[in-house]
């Protein structure tokens, strides 16, 4: 069965601090991995899209990798800020239907000051 | 760009009551989405389209209905309101790329059904 799973479900850090997101997917044919923010009460946002030939992809304090052999991705999150305080979801297209995603079901990040 | 709008924000039904939930956008995209989202768990598609006219059923169709007349609208009816959709529900849109495609989401509607 297609599959996405995120660890840690949750997660507190300090201000400043950095923290690594995980997300492991079971999903064949593979054709790109994306991952969202959604602030609470609110719509997901695109952080990033990554397609199976990219290895790491940046979007300012946020940095993506993505090891298709293992299936796995991380999302890396530097110098927290307290806006940062979300849940990040991994999302992949179910057997390379990009109208069909799987969405995992987060890991909620609290930055604390 | 308003980018994309949902209406109502909130609403409150009784068992076996129906409405249209309201979803436009005004990025000229092709695909539109709707997805229901519970308490801690992942997003789930209720329907989607590809272009005006063509519409698809998703993971979790059953209860409701949809319509696309024009690339901008896409609402979702529910028919005979049951409380298993309480539930807060997103319409998203979407344009194909090489790389994939960015979902753009709405601000959703909370939905209690009593």
């Known amino acids: 069965k297609n599959q996405v799973e995120q660890s840690p479900q949750s997660l507190i850090i300090l201000e400043g601090k950095n923290c690594t997101l995980q997300c492991n997917y079971t999903v064949s044919p593979f054709s790109n991995l994306r991952w969202y923010k959604q602030d609470t009460g609110r719509g997901p946002v695109s952080l990033t899209i ?37 849940s990040y979801i991994c999302v992949v297209p179910n057997a390379g239907n990009n109208r069909k995603l799987i969405w995992g079901l987060g890991t909620s990040l609290a930055v604390n000051p | ?36 989202q ?16 063509i519409t698809d059923k998703g993971e979790v169709p059953n209860g409701y209905n949809v319509s696309r007349s024009t690339t ?14 309480t539930s807060v529900y997103f319409c998203a849109s979407s344009y194909e790329t090489s790389r994939g495609d960015e979902q753009f989401f709405g601000p959703g509607t909370r939905l209690t059904v009593l």
């Open chain 2, 1 to 36: 760009n308003a980018g994309v709008t949902q209406t109502p924000k909130f609403r409150i039904l009784k068992i076996g009551q129906s409405m249209t939930l309201q979803c436009a956008q005004d990025m000229n995209h092709n695909y539109m989405y709707w997805y229901r």
């Open chain 1, 50 to 86: 990554m397609t199976f030939s990219e290895n790491t992809k940046s979007n300012g304090r946020y940095t993506a990798t993505l090891d298709a052999d293992t299936k796995q991705s991380s999302l890396h999150i530097t110098a927290s800020q307290l806006s940062d305080s979300a």
């Open chain 2, 72 to 85: 901008e609208d896409f609402p979702l009816r529910l028919e005979l309101a049951a409380p298993s959709q």
């Open chain 2, 38 to 53: 519970d308490p801690g768990m992942g997003l789930k598609l209720i329907y989607y389209s590809v272009g005006a006219g």
